[in-house]
């Protein structure tokens, strides 16, 4: 796949790059061994230090790097001004934190004086997904960074100039070159660099296929992995729920950053009682919701980030329709220029229907009856994958079933799926594994290494 910025808006190319050369990755790999050495010798004050900096660029710039998001992969304005935002708080929790996450922990031994101690591993490789392209990337390199580790970024190839610019971030942060780097690569080319020596852990979001392979190569050669494989999240409302918080709530978080987000909702599982209320209004604002410039406004709904993707959600759709599901509002491609996809609802669908199994990044809402709490989270679990989950409902008892019995990672009561920089992030099943955010994703890339004095 050709790496080039093409505005998701227009369909119009405005640059195109060159991969790297072996021999131009084969010094990354070098000066990412050298700078580790110097790097992981430095103070938690001086590492906090230029988190803190970096954060202040993000801040100062945030308007001008949101423009490059929004241009890349098509994002609305607004909402890529809160993921540099986002960005900013992530790099200030960790310059705040990071210190007392990865402090000495002393621990009872019958051999004398015994503590833990968490030390880096070295250089970790980061592949990164289009659809956020700062957050994803700030969320694994400012833990990791201020556990003295180095990064190694592998951006999709549609965001070529937000890998550079976060590059840069870091640089004028004041890391040293080689801390954070930027390879601007083919897919092809990832294996070897996973496979090579000087490269300690490999972390990974995006698709199942992707993270199988990464996974794969990883155990072969005996290295860490953290894979983060997408979703297709349960919104469960039962009839105790504020029914129009629900609602308003549900469709947010179905079309936040136009239904491409890993723990946006998917699946709706509507109490019998409630369910033709629901599902009326669900779809009566889904109908009202304006698309456009992304730029603009007031433009509710932005492209997709690709012809690829647009193509990819439109057959999951026409094949679910086959299969038996009944379209309540949208299912086809916006009329006009760019990669818009009109805001669409199923119902009374099949477990042979593609949208059933398979995770929609798009904005398709799927919807389900459940007659009690039971079916409901028959349904929540019957998928192959396990990220986040939400739950509406105000009786304490079903919010204890639910917290306990769903198979996810993430658990929201009475609130959308979202993640925080002081919260554990990951899923379970064939969303992935591993931790990112809180003292968990700091502690992902480090040797917990136990020191017993006799």
Known sequence: ???????????????????????????????????????????????????????????????????????????????????????????RFYAEHGEKFLSEQIVSSDSGRSYVRYEPLGAVLAIMPWNFPFWQVFRFAAPALMAGN???????????????????????AGFDPGVFQTLLIENEAVEKIIRDPRV????????????????????????????ELG???PFIVMPSARLDDAISTGVKSRMVNSGQSCIAAKR???????????????????????LGDPVDETTEVAPLSSENILRGVDEQVQKSVAAGAKILCGGKRAEGAGYFYEPTALAEISKSAPAYGEEVFGPVALFFRARDREEAVAIANDSTFGLGASVWTNDPAEQEFFSHELESGMVFVNAMVASDPRVPFGGVKRSGYGRELGAEGIREFVNIKTVVVA
């Open 1 to 91: 796949m050709a790496i080039a910025s093409i505005n998701p808006a227009t369909g119009e190319l405005s640059k195109r790059f060159d991969p790297q050369t072996d021999g131009e990755i084969e010094s990354a790999l070098d000066r990412a061994v050298s700078a580790f050495e110097k790097h992981r010798r430095s103070s938690f004050a001086e590492r906090a230090a230029q988190l803190q900096r970096a954060a202040e660029m993000l801040e100062k710039d945030r308007e001008h790097f949101a423009r490059l998001i929004t241009t890349e992969m098509g994002k609305l304005l607004r909402g890529s001004i809160d993921e540099i935002e986002k960005c900013a708080r992530g790099c």
């Open 268 to 290: 709706f599982v509507i109490a019998d009682t409630i369910y033709e209320k629901y599902v009326a209004q669900f779809v009566e604002k889904m109908k009202k919701m304006k």
């Open 231 to 233: 979703g297709s999240d």
């Open 200 to 227: 300690k852990a490999v972390t990974l979001t995006g698709s199942e296929r992707a993270g199988s392979a990464v996974a794969s190569t990883a155990g072969r050669e005996i290295k860490k992995s953290v894979l």
């Open 150 to 172: 180095v990064g190694l970024l592998k951006h999709a190839s549609n965001v070529p100039q937000c890998a550079l610019a976060i590059e840069e971030i870091f640089r004028r």
